[in-house]
């Protein structure tokens, strides 16, 4: 059987569709890279906000027209809303988030053990998923309450999974030729702290740079309370990419409140503060959600003027949306949408000059780059893109097609939001 896999949001949705590939491969199935070839589609959805459900929808529906076959929906969206998921052309199951480990098994009709077996080795998927970084699922769910936030309620409570079915993800990965591996979770911080013994996020990353050769380790979001005092210290081992996704979603101590964020902008500047000391020129990027209830005039240019003086390498804007059974859909203070259109694009200008500050940084240097991919572009030519482990976007050619390798590139210029330059080495 052709199977074709499609996700959409978060890295964790990545790290979930690469699992469901290694499943069907394990069973003797073929991974393609559309849903035109395909004889069974699945689509990992997301409903963080209103938009990224109503792409959920239209992908669904474009892999309706596309494919033969049938379609299996699973991912956040589809867990809150079952019967609209169910009503979409071609559908045939709709998998929660609960039953999703089990989503594989269930499709083929095989008893679930079988696929408890060492893993095969990882292959990168093809298609529009394709990547070089193996993205790791090690903790599922939330315990936060954060006001405007639906995915505590489509995840449920923070489970993590234990170091040997970790490390057996990451050797599976480095066995298919992986160089980065991206560890991922919905509460990523909060990984080993449901354990009958807790452990913490230092744990795990200190046992993988112990226990394997990975050239390069990242981290995906992290809510900054749940780094502890010893967590700074792991930036003394190069492997560990210096960039931290640090979610803080208003630069207003008051909207903070609001939303029930576990922090606040002092305790937030003093963490970046912690890791430009632990790991200098460290990629700080963030999240920020404008037009909040409740969010006036004064509220928004504290924020902006926030974001400002941190200095961020960069960050997301969300228009804030009201999501269903959530605390913020009841809060006062519904902010107007026109007001929140001008408000984003505001917060937008901020965050691109504080990435074209941060970026431009590097020009002049020499860096290391890990391909991400390769494209022919004349005889014996290749434009090749990749990162960073900053998390910078580099652009060079070459006489080789370097996929999935590591050169040292000589910055020579920012074009739009990447930079250019030439291998070096």
Not at 67 to 75: A, F
Not at 243 to 263: D, E, F, I, Y
């Amino acid at each position: 059987m052709k199977v074709f896999l499609d996700s959409i949001g978060c890295r964790l949705n990545q790290s979930e569709i690469e699992k469901f590939a290694q499943q069907f491969r394990a069973a003797g199935h073929t991974l393609v890279a559309s849903a035109a070839e395909a004889d069974l589609v699945v689509v990992n959805t997301c409903t963080v906000t209103a938009k990224a459900a109503s792409d959920s929808r239209q992908r669904v529906r474009q892999a309706a027209r596309q494919t033969q076959g049938k379609i299996i929906i699973t991912g956040c969206w589809a867990t809150l809303e079952p019967e609209a998921a169910l009503a979409l052309p071609k559908v045939e199951r709709v998998v929660a988030n609960p039953e999703k480990d089990g989503l594989v098994a269930s499709a083929l009709g095989r008893p679930l053990e079988l696929f408890d077996l060492e893993p095969l080795a990882r292959e990168p998927l093809p298609g529009i998923h394709r990547r070089t970084r193996a993205f790791l699922k090690v903790q599922d769910g939330c315990d936060n309450h954060c006001t405007f936030c639906i995915t505590r309620i489509a995840r449920g409570k923070s489970r993590s999974r234990s170091i040997a079915e970790v490390l057996s993800d990451v050797r599976a990965a480095q066995a298919g030729g992986a160089q980065e591996i991206v560890l991922t979770g919905v509460q990523l911080g909060a990984w080993g702290q449901d354990f009958a013994s807790p452990l913490r996020l230092h744990d795990l990353v200190k046992t993988i740079l112990a226990e394997s050769d990975v050239a390069r380790l990242r981290l995906s979001s992290l809510e900054p309370w749940d780094l502890d005092e010893r967590f700074f210290s792991l930036w003394a081992d190069e492997r560990l990419c210096r960039h931290l996704h640090l979610p803080l979603q208003s630069g207003s101590a008051a909207t903070l409140r609001r939303m029930a964020r576990k922090t606040t902008p002092r305790a937030f500047r003093a963490l970046v503060e912690q890791a430009r000391s632990a790991a200098p020129e460290m990629a700080i990027t963030t999240d920020l959600i404008v037009g909040f209830p409740g969010e006036d005039e004064s509220e928004f240019q504290e924020s902006l003027e926030y974001v400002k003086s941190v200095q961020f390498a960069g960050g997301h804007v969300f228009s804030y949306s009201p999501r269903p059974g959530t605390p913020a859909e009841r809060l006062p203070g519904q902010v107007a949408p026109g007001v929140i259109r001008q408000r984003n694009a505001q917060m937008r200008a901020v965050f691109e000059e504080e990435a074209r500050r941060y970026a431009s940084a590097f020009i002049g240097r020499e860096v290391q780059v890990l391909w991400e991919s390769a494209a022919q572009v004349g005889d014996g030519e290749w434009e090749l893109h990749g990162l960073t482990d900053t998390y910078l976007h580099i652009c060079a050619r070459s006489d080789r097609a370097l996929w999935n390798q590591f050169s040292r590139v000589k910055v020579e210029a920012l074009e739009g939001d990447e930079l250019t330059g030439r291998v070096v080495g």
